[in-house]
């Protein structure tokens, strides 16, 4: 069965620190990792990632594939009170359906 | 351009009742997925849909849990005979028809079961 964890569960710093969320992954038939970004409501996409080694990154956040060792990371740097959400971290197998399984997720706090 | 739609936000039933949960899916998007969120977990799948037909419904509990996305019109998960344990978040995805592309997600149905 596919499998997802994320570290740390919860997270809290001061504005202006760099984080980076973790998450490992167990799946037949490896298609794609995706980040989401979690506050109230509606997951807000982040990144897809494919392929391993390429960094994607939007403005203060970034992430990395390593496909060999079966993880991801995901950094923010100089955090801010806004990024205080909860991190998603899901994976999607190929072939047949498109359901992604998802980690618990990393709830981040950041402090002023 | 309006992103996924679901209504209603938030819907409060008795035990026994039915649960109706409704999801437009984001404008030029044909693939549709349910995921139900608890306390303190992560989102788990329930079922895939395109229009008119189920592509995968192995996270769907077997009994009283239907979903369907028809022709013309949202998308609808249903539940028959709730109890407290539906009391969950469910949210609704969509992505577009070329394979390989995220999935974009509703701002969710909060279900109580009194």
């Known amino acids: 069965e596919d499998k997802v964890v994320q570290s740390p569960l919860s997270l809290v710093v001061h504005e202006g620190d760099t984080v980076t969320l973790n998450c490992s992954y167990e799946?037949?038939?490896?298609?794609?990792l995706l980040w989401y970004k979690q506050e109230k409501k509606a997951p807000t996409f982040l990144f897809m990632l494919?392929?391993?080694?390429i960094e994607k990154k939007s403005g203060r956040l970034s992430s990395i594939l390593d496909k060999k060792e079966l993880f991801s990371i995901l950094n923010i740097t100089a955090t801010q009170t806004g990024d205080s959400a909860v991190y998603l971290c899901?994976?999607?197998?190929?072939?047949?359906?498109?359901?992604?399984?998802f980690g618990k997720g990393t709830k981040l706090t950041v402090n002023p | 351009n309006a992103g996924v739609m679901q209504n209603p936000r938030h819907l409060v039933r008795r035990r026994g009742q039915e649960a109706r949960l409704r999801c437009s899916p984001m404008k030029g998007h044909s693939h549709v997925y349910w995921y139900r969120q608890l306390p303190e977990e992560g989102l788990k799948f329930m079922v895939y849909?395109?229009?008119?037909?189920?592509?995968?419904e192995s996270g769907m509990p077997k009994e009283r849990f239907s979903a369907e996305f028809p022709k013309e019109g949202p998308s609808i998960l249903r539940i028959q005979q709730v109890v407290r344990g539906d009391s969950a978040a469910y949210f609704c995805?969509?992505?577009?028809?070329?394979?390989?592309?995220?999935?974009?997600f509703g701002d969710g149905t909060r279900l109580s079961i009194l």
């Open positions: 494919t392929s391993s080694g």
């Open positions: 995805a969509s992505s577009p028809t070329r394979s390989n592309q995220p999935q974009h």
């Open positions: 849909l395109q229009k008119e037909n189920i592509i995968d």
């Open positions: 799946v037949t038939n490896f298609r794609s």
């Open positions: 899901a994976v999607a197998s190929q072939g047949g359906s498109e359901k992604l399984v």
